[in-house]
C-alpha cells in the first residue's frame, strides 16, 4: 500500500514542478474533462486523498473550495499542509487495518459499507486516473507530459526490507 501513495506522491511533485513552467492562464484554461482545469485537477486530487484519510480516521471532513486556491503556490501550501497527516496515516498502515468496515449515509439515506482497504486503494487509483488527464492535457498544449513510469524511481528499494 505505502508504495504506490509513496509513487503518486513522487509523480505529483514531479506535475508541480512541471507546472512551474506555465503561465497561471494556462494552469487555469478551461480544459475537457477531469476538474476543467490543471491546476483544480491537482487541487482535487490532493483534496480529495486528505479528505478520504481523515474520514478513516474518524475525523471530520470538509471540502475546500477550489475558489480559494487559484494559483500554484496555494495549492501546493495545502498540498504540504495536509501531506503531514496523510503521510502519518499511510506509515502507520498494517495489514490488521485492511478489513476495518467504514460505513457511508449517501444522499439518498442508503448506507454503504466499504473495506479500509478498497478505500486506500480507490484514493491511489483516484490519483492516477487523474494524472492520465494531466499528460493528456500536456500533449495537447504541446509539452512533453511527465513520466507516470513507476520503474526507475528507486520505490522497491524501500520496501525490500
Keep these: 500500500m505505502q508504495l504506490f501513495f509513496k509513487y503518486n506522491w513522487m509523480v505529483r511533485e514531479d506535475w508541480f514542478r512541471w507546472c512551474e513552467e506555465l503561465s497561471e492562464e494556462e494552469l487555469l484554461q478551461n480544459r475537457t474533462g477531469g476538474m476543467g482545469s490543471i491546476l483544480h485537477t491537482l487541487f482535487h486530487i490532493v483534496?480529495?486523498?486528505?479528505?478520504?484519510?481523515?474520514?478513516?480516521?474518524?475525523?471530520?471532513?470538509?471540502?475546500?473550495?477550489?475558489?480559494?486556491?487559484?494559483?500554484?503556490?496555494?495549492?501546493?501550501?495545502l498540498e504540504a499542509e495536509y501531506h503531514l497527516e496523510v503521510e502519518k496515516f499511510v506509515n502507520e498502515w498494517d495489514a490488521s487495518m485492511e478489513n476495518h468496515l467504514f460505513y457511508d449515509t449517501l444522499a439518498d439515506g442508503r448506507i454503504v459499507t466499504d473495506t479500509w482497504g478498497e478505500i486506500m486503494r480507490h484514493i491511489i487509483a483516484h490519483e492516477i486516473h487523474h494524472i492520465g488527464q494531466l499528460s493528456i492535457w500536456a500533449r495537447e498544449i504541446g509539452i512533453k507530459p511527465v513520466s507516470a513510469n513507476l520503474i526507475g524511481r528507486g520505490l522497491a528499494s524501500h520496501f525490500s526490507k
Excluded at 477550489?66 to 501550501?77: C, Q, T
Design 47 to 77: 483534496d480529495v486523498e486528505w479528505s478520504w484519510i481523515r474520514l478513516l480516521q474518524g475525523k471530520t471532513d470538509f471540502q475546500e473550495s477550489f475558489d480559494g486556491f487559484k494559483n500554484l503556490k496555494k495549492v501546493r501550501k
